[in-house]
């Protein structure tokens, strides 16, 4: 490697001085993510994974001028959006460079007509959501971290929205990308609703966490803005009924915008002012669109639920809407000496989740001597759903957490995969997941993973340690 | 040197949080850096108290980026809503103290070591006019930025106190409570109350926000907003005024002194004023910019022109402020022709005018 003093007047050069930081309040914002652990480490000792420099480019010709120079140069990059990945993908692990997309903010254009954005990678998701809603459009798109991340961390993480079951997930929603490679070159894929010419090439860098090219902009499918949005929920004496009840409104054409099942921990939680009794699980069913269709799936909806369930009204659905961004619960366990807590989002078909949900439980509960576990079920399809496994485990000492966090992990992650679920649902793999990978993937599976990565990063400089790689 | 207890704690909160408050970051919409994230800044200030880092200039440059406008306190996870300037200011103060500051703000406080921040301007204050128990007080930010409010602002007081006093005073020691001058803070505030006291004056109305504010926080006069006053007055008739309006919340009337409805009320009155509301408001509104001393006034003005941009949409084709750092921030924005941007008590005025 060269010397930093020059890496540093080079890549001024590049972009200009005020695009370039080395100042140390810089790297330490830039020293961590939202991965539970990294919260840990800097209570229990600072900025342990601080980059060497951080950039600021503005436009995908600029992205790719600093990946040529880091290319030649094998140093070490790591791109970074809004900081809210929860798996570490944005941990400069290797230290080298940072890009920080979100100068790369702006919506380049709105097609009202054929209903597609083309946008910039680093705007932050609320922002954009408000510009379309202007212009009475919606993304669709509204996950839990839609303040604080942005396009291209959605897209870098396969992410989804809370409206997913209506509107897809991102990879659903996205039509078109401009993608810088290692080496600096540039991809740009044909902005069409379908292409059968060859595999989908959008598909090598949606969910690949930025350690095969970075994204700059993205052509997204967005509608019009719902006429209607309507909610119902019931309650349930146990989780796996309230599972089957999903299972059978989604095999009857339903499709709802929003479907949330919590048990009975998690439910008692969220809801016990709205007088949810203890042993309750709780089933919430959202509906966005058109009127009459959302009346009639809302009819249909009911009729199932009734079945089983005991109605609650729509109280659920709008305390849900006014508390759906608040992580406190979490981040209350993290700041907690010896605290660690994590939200473990699998999924599988659905005759298995059920007990995919027991095994996982169990298993966690046996490693977890103080805190719990707790769990719901949202983003479904008809064949099966995600499952959202949350802990909050306490051990004496922040140094500790480390291992007890992957000690959790082993445990709910050898339950979940070993009786056929996957890995992450849509959070994503980072550096606290890899080294599931090659388990995930199977031998093969992870070899074909590692060509890849041979192939479009030769030199390994992107992401190192994300997804395994 | 450490922070409080009680900041301690909040800085704790927010340095461990998910950030959910970052899109309503105002500075972040235009610097970009991750460094202005509440949560970074948070982490910052833990990091010094635990002395794993000293404070640098950089650092210091940080702290004074902060705009604090409450708006990420109404967005933040807990249910409390932890407000960032709460431990801001107190580390402002700390870094005005170690002299660890960046220069534009030394700048200002070496003018300020010379009379006031805002310069020639000002000197020659206070300036008294009348006497009574209820006067109209001006402080230095209204003689600068909106000059024509303030006559609005004394003309239509002086119709309605007969026995009113207007009184101009060179600060009243908001700005440098928000920089971390508390010194100066407390003295500019402590001249102001003993001037009040001195000539009897029991209830204090101004235009400006930040003299309210101020006066609360001393407790000992009532402080009331030009719009509680006029509101408090029942004015039966306005003149008619054909004319699309929205009103803007400043940040520190609507997020601190909870003051909405009170300004909105005469606008939805006036005959042939068709009032318009815009996209975010009440405590949601977005901010224009900085106050005076903002380290990036030039940058910020892209949340002006954002503003600007929604009052568009929403289809009014004037604005109405109701403090003086909201009228020149979006008045600053160049190249506008469309919208007009007016003080709450221009409008006033004009729909009074006549009724007097």
Known sequence: MIGTSQVEQDLIEILDINRVSTKKVDKIAYSHDTFPLAYKWAQEKGAVYQPDYIVYPETTEEVSQVLCYCHERKIPVTPYGGGSGIVGGGVPTSGGVIVDLKRMNRILTINEHSLYVTTQSGIIGMHYEEQLNAKGLTGGHYPQSIRSSTIGGWIANRGVGTYSTKYGKIDDLVQALTVVLSTGEIIQTRNVPKSATGPNLNELFIGAEGTLGIVTEATLKIFPQPESTEFISYSFSSFAEGMECIRRVMRNEVNPAVVRLYDAVEAESHFSDLGIHKGECVLLFGFAGNSKLVAAQKEITTGICEADGKSLGSIIGEKWLERRFSTAGLCNTLRTIGGVADALEVAAPWEKLPFIYETMKTSMEKVISRGEVFGHVSHVYHTGGNLYMIFHAFTETNAQTDELYYEILAAAFDACLSHGGTLSHHHGVGIGKAKWMPEELGEGGFSLLEKIKTAVDPNRILNKGTLGL | ?356
């Open chain 2, 1 to 356: 040197m450490s922070i409080s207890q009680k900041s301690r704690i909040l800085v704790q909160k927010c340095s461990t949080c998910h950030d959910q408050c970052l899109a309503y970051t105002p500075e972040l919409k235009y610097l970009h850096n991750q460094s202005y994230v509440t949560s970074r800044k948070a982490q910052l200030i833990d990091f010094v108290e635990r002395e794993i880092i000293d404070w640098d200039e950089a650092g210091a440059e940080v702290i004074y980026a902060a705009l604090n406008t409450g708006l990420q306190k109404y967005n933040c996870i807990f249910t409390e809503g932890i407000d960032e300037a709460d431990y801001i200011r107190e580390v402002r103060a700390q870094l005005v103290q170690k002299g660890i500051l960046p220069p534009a703000i030394h700048a200002l406080f070496q003018q300020l070591q010379q009379g006031s921040i805002y310069g020639e301007e000002v000197s020659g204050l206070p300036l008294i006019e009348g006497t009574g128990d209820i006067a109209l007080v001006f402080e230095g930010a209204s003689r600068l930025f909106t000059p024509k409010a303030r006559e609005a602002a004394r003309n239509v007081f002086l119709a309605l106190e007969k026995e009113g006093a207007v009184i101009d005073v060179a600060s009243c020691g908001y700005t440098e409570w928000d920089l971390g001058f508390v010194e100066q803070s407390n003295r500019f505030m402590a001249e102001l109350v003993d001037l009040l006291s001195e000539r009897g004056i029991k209830t204090v109305v101004s235009i400006d926000p930040a003299v309210v504010k101020m006066l609360k926080k001393d407790g000992s006069i009532q402080a009331l907003h030009f719009s509680e006053f006029i509101e408090q007055k029942n004015i039966p008739t306005f003149s008619m005024f054909n004319v699309n309006v929205v009103y803007h919340d400043s940040s520190e009337l609507a997020r601190y002194l909870k003051i909405t409805e009170e300004p909105r009320a005469i606008l939805k009155r006036v005959p042939g004023v068709i009032y318009h509301e815009f996209i975010y408001h009440h405590e949601q509104a977005k901010p224009t910019g900085g106050r005076f001393g903002y380290l990036y006034q030039q940058e910020s003005k892209r949340l002006a022109e954002e503003r600007l941009d929604e009052a568009r949409l929403v289809g009014a084709n004037v604005i109405i402020t109701a403090s003086p750092f909201s009228y020149v921030n979006l008045k600053n924005c160049i190249g506008f022709t469309d919208l007009q941007v007016m003080d709450y008590a221009e409008f006033v005025e004009l729909v009074v005018r006549e009724e007097f």
